[in-house]
């Protein structure tokens, strides 16, 4: 039984665990999301580039 309480304990700690990056995440996506959608335009409508194919403005 000492065994089978361990594994329970075990289980509802990842459970947690996992629930908490899960949240982490849906609450962060938003701002990823938008972050990375800007430097994709930003990078896309470049008008002028360096020799290393560097947006310069």
């Known amino acids: ?4 309480s361990g594994e329970l304990s075990m289980t509802v700690v990842t459970v ?4 908490a990056i899960i949240g982490f995440f849906w609450i962060m996506y938003p701002t990823i999301k938008n972050t990375i959608m800007g430097s994709w335009t ?13 947006c310069i403005g």
């Open 1 to 4: 039984m000492k065994e089978a």
């Open 16 to 19: 947690i665990a996992v629930g």
């Open 42 to 54: 930003s990078a896309t409508n470049c008008q002028k580039k360096d020799a290393n194919g560097n």
